[in-house]
């Protein structure tokens, strides 16, 4: 049974910086695309960046160039790294892990951007 852990989250001020992770357990790792999905207040759920198995990668439009995805398949792990942040960038974060057989999520980490 696949198990998601995400951290990292917290209060953070405009213009700052965090790193999230994702912490998977119970899947072969290297054959899950793993994203980050947020969901704000009223909002709908949006993708945020995925990583291939290969190690490609891609974002949403609202963070290209200030969040990094990246993986660490020794530690089974994912992280994103945020920076420039955004009051818009509050929100829930969830991790997502996808394979030939699983579609499964975390219980997300909170984010808040606010001085």
């Known amino acids: 049974q696949v198990h998601i852990a995400e951290s990292g989250g917290g209060l953070v001020q405009p213009g700052g910086s965090l790193t999230l992770s994702c912490a998977v357990s119970?899947?072969?790792?290297?054959?899950?695309?793993i994203s980050w999905f947020r969901q704000g207040s009223g909002n709908k759920r949006e993708l945020v960046a995925v990583i291939g198995r290969s190690g490609g990668t891609n974002y949403g439009d609202s963070v290209k160039d200030r969040f990094t995805i990246s993986r660490d398949s020794a530690k089974q792990m994912v992280f994103l790294q945020m920076s420039s942040l955004k009051p818009e960038d509050t929100a829930v974060y969830y991790c997502?892990?996808?394979?030939?057989?699983?579609?499964?999520w975390g219980q997300g980490t909170q984010v808040i951007v606010s001085s």
């Open positions: 119970g899947i072969t790792f290297n054959r899950a695309a």
């Open positions: 997502n892990v996808l394979t030939d057989t699983e579609d499964s």
